[in-house]
C-alpha cells in the first residue's frame, strides 16, 4: 500500500520543514533543483552538465557535495537569455533561478534555503497552471504560497508531494516512493513547458 500523509496542506508542510532534518532538508531541496532543470534548461538552450542531473535525479547529494551540483546550475542561470526564449516562462524561470541563487548568500543557512524552495517551486506550479488554463477576460492572480485561497492543479500535486516526500524522509524509509516523487516532479514541470510553448 502507498504510503499517503495524514494531512496534505500548508500547515503540515510548515510543520514538517520546521522539524526536518538536515540531511533530509538537503535531499528536499535537491528534489526542488531536480524539478527546475527542465526551465533551467529551457532559459539558456544548453543541457545541464549529464553527471549533475543524475545525482539530482538519484538523490545523490549531501551537505558536503552540494557545491557540486549548485554551480553547474548558477552557471547555467547566468548564461544570456537563448534567442528562442518564450517571454511568458519569464516568471518561472525568475523563480527557478531564485532557488539555485538562493543558495549563495552570504548567510545560507540550510533550512531557510528549502523553505524558500519549497514556496518558489510551488509559486512555480500555480504560475503554470495560469498559463495554462488562463481565465476569460480576465488577468491571472497570483498568490505566494502560501497565501493562495484555493489551490491550483499542480499546485495541488506538488504540495501533495512535498508533504509526502518530507514524511517520507522524517521516516528514513520510501527511497523507491522518494525517487518516483522525484521524477514524477521534473516531469511534470517538462510536460508543462512543453505545453506552454506548444
Not at 179 to 192: C, F, K, L, Q
Request: glycine letters at 4%; a negative charge.
Amino acid at each position: 500500500m502507498d504510503h499517503v500523509p495524514v494531512d496534505v496542506s500548508h500547515a503540515s508542510l510548515a510543520q514538517a520543514l520546521r522539524t526536518a532534518q538536515q540531511d533530509s532538508l538537503v535531499r528536499f531541496a535537491s528534489m526542488c533543483l531536480f524539478k527546475v532543470v527542465p526551465l533551467v534548461e529551457a532559459r539558456s538552450g544548453r543541457p545541464l552538465d549529464e553527471q549533475v542531473t543524475e545525482r539530482l535525479h538519484a538523490l545523490e547529494v549531501e551537505q558536503e557535495s552540494l557545491a557540486e551540483v549548485l554551480e553547474p546550475l548558477r552557471d547555467n542561470v547566468q548564461r544570456p537569455l537563448v534567442e528562442s526564449f518564450r517571454e511568458e516562462l519569464g516568471e518561472a524561470c525568475s523563480m527557478a533561478e531564485e532557488v539555485i541563487l538562493r543558495a549563495f548568500v552570504n548567510d545560507f543557512r540550510i533550512r531557510e534555503w528549502a523553505r524558500r524552495c519549497s514556496s518558489l517551486i510551488l509559486d512555480i506550479h500555480q504560475e503554470f497552471d495560469a498559463l495554462l488554463y488562463p481565465r476569460d477576460d480576465e488577468a491571472p492572480n497570483f498568490y505566494p504560497a502560501p497565501e493562495q485561497p484555493e489551490l491550483t492543479p499542480m499546485e495541488a500535486l506538488e504540495l501533495r508531494d512535498q508533504v509526502t516526500a518530507l514524511d517520507l524522509l522524517r521516516q528514513g524509509v520510501g527511497s523507491d516512493q522518494l525517487r518516483t516523487i522525484n521524477e514524477e516532479g521534473n516531469s511534470r514541470v517538462a510536460s508543462a513547458l512543453i505545453r506552454i510553448v506548444g
